[in-house]
């Protein structure tokens, strides 16, 4: 029974009535319930917004989201609640992908899939009017994720490229390697610090913000957050250009230390500013988060409690099946195997393999054994590189963004790049990835590849699909990265000659099985 309120006073619902709560309570619930079963995840998320400049601003993320979807809680709590199917089938999608990214040791997959479960759990369980309802709140939440790391090698392009474009209009002569410039006063790194993929991320964070908040026309939002990503790969492009120009009015005394981070921050925000001063030009006349008008919130329709308590119980089964999954994988895997790597004897008019140490160090994490000789000709001479992992964990794995054939002090990436070889005696052709390295004295062209489990690739993608295939059928755990060197002094022809014509008279280095033996099989 309701009771009217006296004439001339307005009945106002209170910010906990239950009819506001229910929804919410549900989404926390179910949020609480998914950082339960996905822990290790959420976790590792975390660790990286606390050690990332890059990605700190993800610890802000969700409780904006949460504010947005609270100021949403009068037109949720009107909607009709009803689980639906199309939900939990994209939740069970989603569940399986991140399986499979546990066993191929891909964390950002894992990370993607993970949040990209909260709005199909909610789907799943409140209905598809929640999941258009609450739409930003729950689609901000991809901004999370720690993902960018793939982009840094086409910034930093991007960005010398532009540097060097602005310094030849300026008249100022430039010599380019790779992501290295020359002037006359001095030398200059695009390295990844400068690439700007910290301000394309916060910027697009930003944008996306500011375009929910003042228009309501999609293609507005679309622009402006199209805008918010061009704007500051362009502005750093001048950052860079205008780094270099000051260090060369100083006299390579302003710019050339910490004081350019400080400039490049400076820079952006005024950026920024900009952005959103001629964004708000456009700025639609009704704006604001929209919210159910004051007074006493709507009843919603759909399923009880306790039926949606249920519902929510089958949700959280169905999340919970991929950790449980990947956790009997784990236990019932094929034990480490005892491995040998083998280098094959010379060929004429080759001569070794002889032990080297030259100061070429490669930096790969967790290896279990890396090997590295040298074979020497008539024409010159070439370096074999082997790095084994016996068995592969998150942080200890061949392939990972942290590991490099150079260590950024003696040796320098100078380009790179991929060529195809072919493969005597067996046709067909394999794909490698090029490398070419800065020492102090010499230059050096690197080809490598990947024998993953027996399966040779030289794809990063195609590594990882083979490790998760073999986790899968419980074939082999083992892991190796194959990588032929050649010094050269000008062209790198010169080199990939050599390295060609090395390889051609030692095919067992491109083929499967014949470089890692498996000797025996033993316990953890």
């Known amino acids: 029974m309701r009771v009217p309120a006296p004439e001339g006073i307005q009945a106002v619902a209170g910010p906990g009535s239950r009819a506001e709560m229910r929804p919410l309570l549900l989404a926390l619930l179910l949020l609480a319930g998914l950082v339960g079963l996905y822990h290790e995840t959420a976790l590792s998320m975390a660790a990286i917004w606390w050690r990332s400049e890059t990605y700190a601003h993800g610890m802000l993320v969700l409780p904006v989201s949460a504010y947005f979807l609270w100021r949403r809680r009068r037109a949720l709590a009107g909607l009709p609640l009803e689980p639906d199917l199309r939900g939990m089938l994209a939740l069970a999608l989603l569940a399986v992908t991140w399986l499979v990214a546990r066993q191929a040791d891909v964390l950002f997959l894992q990370h993607l899939t993970f949040v990209a479960m909260v709005p199909a759990g909610l789907w799943a369980l409140l209905g598809l009017p929640f999941l258009r309802t609450a739409a930003f709140p729950l689609g901000f939440l991809l901004f999370a994720v720690p993902l960018g790391e793939g982009l840094v090698p086409i910034l930093q392009g991007f960005t010398a490229d532009f540097s060097v474009a602005g310094l030849q209009l300026s008249g100022v002569p430039v010599y380019r390697e790779g992501h290295y410039l020359s002037i006359p006063e001095g030398r200059f790194e695009v390295a990844e610090a400068c690439s700007g993929i910290r301000y394309l991320i916060a910027s697009l964070a930003i944008g996306t913000l500011f375009a929910y908040l003042n228009y309501r026309s999609l293609w507005r939002r679309l622009a402006f957050v199209a805008a918010a990503a061009a704007v500051p790969v362009v502005a750093n492009g001048l950052r860079a250009y205008g780094i270099v120009m000051l260090a060369r009015w100083s006299d390579m005394t302003l710019a050339t230390g910490v004081d350019h981070l400080i400039y490049g921050w400076v820079f952006f925000g005024v950026v920024m500013v900009l952005l959103f001063w001629v964004g708000g030009l456009w700025r639609d006349a009704e704006s604001g988060v929209p919210e159910a008008p004051k007074g006493e919130a709507p009843e919603g329709g759909g399923r009880g409690t306790v039926t949606l308590a249920l519902s929510g119980l089958v949700v959280l089964a169905v999340a ?159 892991a190796t990265l194959i990588a032929v060197a050649a010094d050269y002094a000008g062209d790198p022809g010169e080199a990939r000659k050599r390295v060609t014509g090395f390889l051609a008279k030692h095919p067992e280095l491109t083929r499967e099985g014949r470089v890692v033996r498996i000797l025996s099989e033993g316990g953890r």
Do not use: C
């Open 320 to 478: 919970g099946a991929a950790p449980a999954g990947a956790g009997w994988l784990e236990r019932s895997g094929t034990p480490i195997k005892a491995t040998s790597l083998d280098l094959p004897a010379a060929e004429d008019p080759w001569s070794g393999p002889f032990p080297v140490d030259d100061g070429w160090r490669p930096a790969f994490r967790g290896a279990d054994r890396t090997l590295r000789r040298v074979y020497r000709s008539p024409e010159g001479s070439v370096q074999v590189l082997l790095i084994h992992y016996y068995d592969q964990r998150q942080g200890e794995e061949l392939i990972a963004s942290g590991n490099h054939l150079y260590d950024g002090k003696r040796w320098l990436r100078s380009g790179e790049g991929r060529t195809r070889l072919d493969l005597p005696g067996k046709g067909g052709e394999l794909g490698v990835r090029e490398l070419r390295l800065r020492g102090p004295e010499d230059r050096r062209l690197v080809w490598q590849w990947f024998d993953v489990g027996g399966h040779i690739t030289a794809r990063s993608v195609m590594g990882k699909v083979w490790m998760a295939w073999e986790r899968v059928r419980g074939g082999r755990p083992d």
